[in-house]
């Protein structure tokens, strides 16, 4: 038997003939021929003769082929045998061999005469381009006889593995018990083998519908929500022949589709079709997912005595989602915000085998959510963070529990952390809740910039998924990022539908304080942003009545009192610095300066100014690391304040909203702006500006 030659040895022998050949063309030769001498040989001698206008690895594959078809006719009928049996994964087992081939053929020298064909490797293995040849030579038919009696001799002898199993499919098997084999191995397989094996069990004649909740499932998990979507609608096509547990994977597949898809209300649906007496061990599931949806009617109408399943972990982990989330809803003081928590944590830390099923939402990005609702920002980080390691990147709770992290650190004012999660993120289009947080996060860190141009971008970029998103319980963080935008750009008419949809879902969970304090805290920004202090006054109503639910809440309802007097012109500075250094305290360090800076330009004292724009720099927090750009000199000779007012000059802020920003009044403002002018001898604002940019001002967003 031949030694089998390698890339280096074929680019040896072609070198050795005078017509040397790329490393490239070596390692496909290689791969292709098995490194048999003879087949090597053919190759290299079709490289040589190759025409100008074909490729050289076609000629060489294509005279492989046919010196294959050749050498396979010049074989025995054994022999062939011995080939087709090594290509169905039989040929390294001397038993299968002999029994398949017949006692009476001289198996070795079959074996010898296809390894020095370039039929087999030197390891009894088939090669690349060998089964085209085997099926036209012995024919498609003796290819599917020989392969059958290969599957039922290794079933008769319990030898069956999964390689041979998947061979066998491939060739296009179908096979009760090679189907059987396949489904088996496919239910413990990983999600993207699972895929597979499933696919080939059904091509081996396994009952695509009795199989088609678990490759939803799996699907699922890869993230590929059409697929999991179709394979799930044909199991409840025909709920009425399969059996219930598959039929409740096969819901539980499309309500975690309907929710990655932004639509809990269909996800709720899905558990009242369901019904009470179905939903087994998923019975605390749907309940979440109805009361996630703000369909307090259908929670309630889900629960039935005699619905819970057997107390497995999985049935417990729901129960405490569930129950936590039920806790949360109707928290009105301190110490139920805390008790919510600490069972949203309990199913948040019994969630490690929950990455094997298709669910709405993971118990961690529920407990990290009412953590950013409740101020608990360091909760929340470290809650996404303990969790998002048990997903793989193509799971959708991966991403959402990333983008949660990006939450935290923007509300604690990190914009550089908050941006470097965002970026460590790939959401497709299909996962529209999703696409509704990262849009939240992009309009939200553009906001907080002051740059104009990149709000517009990121605003423009979230029209698609603000028009077809239905809101839930758990989607007002960006919905209210998405509201501030559209105030900001004038366009609040965008988002109405949005608010309306948030305020149904409060009015149906009647106003659930701990979730809606940061809702009411958007609106009271939104009055401000608008300059409408009457929008501002049943926000703050609402933060007021909240406030005795927990301590975030009251911080809230102190700074919408605080706003509301700043709005009014008649700013209490005592309230200011209180409500400022309050939201500081829960990591609203930017939402503070903006608010004691903002009242710094409505009161006329100037030593109280002064003070105010001092409290106002405290509370301010980097919020990016500084480059290289920021440590070098000014352009152009300006000062590094005259330089800072430049750049918001050319981005188009007005001089209120550089003074908010820089902590300076208004009237600074203009005396910089002034300066600059006659620093740089323009004439005219237009002139100015054309300068400034040509100094390379107003090239990026500035850190504010």
């Not at 004038?490 to 149906?508: I, K, S, Y």
Request: proline share 4%; hydrophobic share 50%; charged share 20%.
């Amino acid at each position: 038997m031949h030694t089998a030659l390698t890339k280096s040895d074929v680019a040896a022998l072609a070198a050795s003939r005078g017509r040397p050949v790329s490393a490239v063309l070596a390692a496909a030769i290689a791969t292709l021929t098995g490194g048999c001498p003879r087949s090597v040989d053919v190759a290299l001698d079709a490289a040589t003769r190759a025409e100008p206008d074909v490729a050289v690895t076609r000629a060489v594959s294509d005279a492989v082929f046919e010196n294959r078809v050749a050498a396979l006719r010049s074989l025995s009928e054994s022999a062939q045998t011995v080939v087709l049996l090594a290509h169905l994964g039989g040929g390294s087992d001397p038993e299968v061999v002999t029994e398949l081939v017949g006692s009476g053929a001289d198996v070795v020298s079959a074996t010898d005469d296809a390894v020095a064909a370039g039929l087999l490797s030197t390891t009894l293995e088939s090669l690349p381009e060998v089964e085209r040849a085997l099926h036209s030579v012995v024919g498609t038919r003796r290819v599917q006889s020989t392969a059958t009696e290969l599957l039922e001799y290794r079933c008769k002898t319990d030898t069956l593995d999964l390689g041979i199993a998947v061979t066998l499919a491939s060739n296009g098997i179908r096979h009760p018990e090679l189907a059987t084999y396949l489904t088996a191995a496919a239910s413990g397989a990983e999600p993207e083998r699972a895929v597979r094996l499933y696919e080939r069990a059904v091509a081996a004649g396994a009952d695509a519908v009795s199989v088609a909740p678990a490759r939803a499932e799996n699907c699922f998990l890869l993230g590929d929500l059409d697929a999991a979507e179709d394979l799930a609608d044909s199991a409840l096509a025909h709920h009425d022949s399969i059996d219930v547990a598959d039929v409740r994977v096969a819901v539980r597949v499309s309500a975690a589709v309907a929710a990655e898809r932004g639509m809990l209300t269909r996800a709720a649906q899905l558990y009242t079709w369901l019904g009470p007496q179905r939903t087994g061990v998923d019975a605390d599931l749907a309940i979440a997912a109805a009361l996630v949806a703000g369909k307090a009617a259908a929670a309630e109408a889900l629960v039935a005595s005699d619905a819970a399943g057997p107390p497995t972990a999985a049935g417990a982990r729901a129960t405490l989602l569930a129950e936590g989330i039920r806790q949360s809803i109707r928290a009105t003081s301190t110490p139920e915000v805390s008790l919510a928590t600490s069972t949203l944590l309990q199913a948040t830390a019994m969630s490690s085998g929950t990455t094997r099923r298709a669910s709405p939402d993971s118990a961690a990005a529920v407990a990290a959510l009412f953590a950013l609702h409740t101020g608990d920002l360091a909760r929340a980080d470290a809650t996404a963070r303990r969790a998002v390691d048990a997903y793989p990147a193509a799971h959708p709770h991966w991403a959402r529990l990333v983008l949660l992290r990006a939450w935290a650190s923007m509300l604690a004012g990190d914009t550089a952390d908050a941006q470097a999660h965002l970026d460590s993120v790939r959401i497709p289009l299909s996962h529209t809740r999703n696409r509704l947080f990262e849009a939240g996060l992009r309009v939200g860190l553009a906001r907080r910039s002051g740059d104009t141009g990149a709000l517009l971008t990121a605003w423009d970029d979230a029209l698609d998924v603000v028009a077809s998103y239905s809101v839930d319980l758990l989607s007002f963080l960006p919905v209210g990022e998405l509201l501030l935008a559209a105030v900001r750009l004038g366009q609040p008419e965008r988002v109405a539908h949005l608010t309306a949809q948030a305020d149904a879902v409060l009015a149906d969970l009647h106003e659930p304080h701990a979730w809606s304090s940061s809702l009411h805290w958007y609106g009271v920004q939104a009055a401000i942003l608008a300059e409408h202090p009457a929008d501002l006054v049943p926000h703050a109503r609402a933060l007021a009545q909240a406030a005795e639910s927990n301590r975030y809440a009251a911080a809230l309802a102190g700074a919408g009192r605080a706003w509301l007097g700043v709005l009014q012109g008649s700013p209490n500075v005592a309230d200011v610095e209180a409500a400022a250094q309050s939201l500081t305290r829960y990591g609203l360090s930017w939402d503070g300066a903006r608010l004691a800076s903002e009242a710094a330009l409505r009161v006329a004292d100037t030593r109280v100014a002064t003070s105010l724009l001092q409290t106002a720099r405290s509370l301010r927090l980097p919020t990016a690391a500084p480059t290289t750009d920021e440590t070098a000199e000014p352009k152009g000779s300006l000062s590094a304040r005259e330089a800072e007012v430049a750049e918001l000059l050319v981005l188009g802020v007005t001089y209120r909203e550089a003074g908010a920003r820089l902590y300076i009044s208004a009237k600074t403002v203009e005396h910089h702006v002034a300066r600059i002018r006659r620093r740089l001898g323009a004439g005219s604002r237009s002139e100015l500006l054309s300068m400034l940019r040509a100094l390379g001002y107003g090239a990026g967003s500035p850190d504010l």
